[in-house]
């Protein structure tokens, strides 16, 4: 007995010639191969359906040619979108930060003057309300991000925007109430609330940043922080014409246009 299989019987001619009829297709007889009527029947329904031989393959291609490019203009129009959201938020972020470093250095240099001159506060005394500053930084440190953590998950633009208006309202207090212990625990919190942004604006602000431009805003942040000098002579000069409070009220008018810029960052995460 032969090792080799024979192959099967061709099908009937009437199954033949019904593969190789209908519109379109060739009256010449189909060759026989090793699929079976079945297969060529179903590939001549499979021509017939997209239109006649060759003709019909151009036109499948062109259709998947159409959709291939549809599908790419939909997908760049979404990331030209965040591209151009993400530029935004930077930008945002970077004229936040102006007014905060313009404002805050016209009296922040000169709050141990301020207590010493305006209340007669001891060095001694000034340290312990610094060291309320640094606890206050740890603390509200710790609970923005405990807010922006696993369990609360508060967006980071809302916790910012809170402690921002904490800030704004501790500014007011020292600009507007002559009492000691009023401006000492306004001064304690507006270091605390500020001083906690810091860490979630610095995140937002990169997560947001493409990594081969991290190292630009990084620069930009770290060179607003040399303003200060500026705006610290300009406030050592409204003081000595006009005093503490004008100038503590500048300071709390620019916090106010500060965290106006951020109103648009309050829902990014």
Sequence with gaps: RSSVEPLPPPPPPSLMNAAAGGSGMSD??????????????????????????????VLATTEFADAARAAGE??????????????????????????RVFSGGLVTKFMGVFFAKTYGVRPISFALIQIGVFVAMLSFT???GWLCGRRCRLRRGAVCLGLLLCCDTGNLFMALVPQM??????????????????????????????????????????LQSSFWSGTALAGGYVIDVFGFRIALLMMSAG????????????MKR
Excluded at 86 to 95: D, E, F, K, P
Excluded at 255 to 264: E, G, N
């Design 255 to 266: 916090f106010v246009a500060a965290t106006v810029v951020w109103l648009p960052l309050t």
């Design 181 to 222: 212990h009023a401006d000492a625990v306004a001064y304690v919190v507006r270091e605390g609330t500020l001083n906690a942004v810091f860490g979630l604006k610095k995140a937002l602000l990169m997560d947001h940043t493409a990594k081969n431009a991290r190292g630009i805003w990084n620069a930009l942040d770290s």
């Design 28 to 57: 010449e007889p189909v060759e026989y191969g090793t699929c079976g009527g079945s297969a060529l029947a179903t590939a001549a329904h499979a021509e017939r359906a997209n239109g006649s031989g060759d003709g019909g393959r």
């Design 142 to 144: 710790s609970l923005a």
């Design 74 to 99: 939909a997908a760049e129009a979404p990331a030209s979108a965040t591209v151009s959201h993400a530029w935004r938020i930077r930008w945002n972020v970077l004229v936040y930060d102006l007014f």
